[in-house]
């Protein structure tokens, strides 16, 4: 997806802040942190929303999930709690369409969710 954002990311065109990586997901600030600790994870692969994950072929949501602990933990919000949140489309939320989790915490987060 040459003109995505976060494949662009990926590819090291435009920077980050990076948070962690491995082969399959990458992790980075996300530029209007919402939180002290706002921190996106992203597939390496493109995968457009939820709703394009073939839970049947791919683990990625596992990937995600262990980024999370992972970043939880370079964040230091792994004891204190923090919260996850993947924005799935127009009425969702999303405005990447490159499937990304949120990662939000180091303060107490209020009923947000919209
Ligand atoms: P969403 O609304 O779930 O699609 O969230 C997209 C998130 O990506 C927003 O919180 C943006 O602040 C964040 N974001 C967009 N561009 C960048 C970027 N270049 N670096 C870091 N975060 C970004
Ligand atoms: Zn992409």
């Known amino acids: 997806m040459s003109d ?5 990311i990926v ?5 980050c ?3 962690y990586e491995d ?3 990458l992790a980075f600030d996300d530029i209007h942190p919402m939180a002290p600790a706002h921190v996106v994870i992203i597939p390496k692969k493109h995968i457009a929303t ?6 049947e072929k791919n683990n990625i949501m596992n990937h995600l999930i262990a980024a999370a602990q992972k970043v939880a933990k370079v964040k230091g919000i792994d004891a ?4 996850t949140a993947i924005n799935c489309n127009v009425e969702g939320g999303q405005v990447v369409f490159h499937l ?15």
């Open 80 to 83: 204190r709690g923090f919260r």
């Open 11 to 15: 590819r090291g065109e435009i920077p």
């Open 50 to 55: 939820l709703m394009d994950i073939d839970t």
């Open 17 to 19: 802040a990076r948070v």
């Open 100 to 114: 990304h989790m949120h990662v939000l915490g180091g303060r107490k987060l209020q009923d947000e969710l919209g």
């Open 4 to 8: 995505c954002i976060f494949c662009k």
């Open 23 to 25: 082969d399959h997901v």
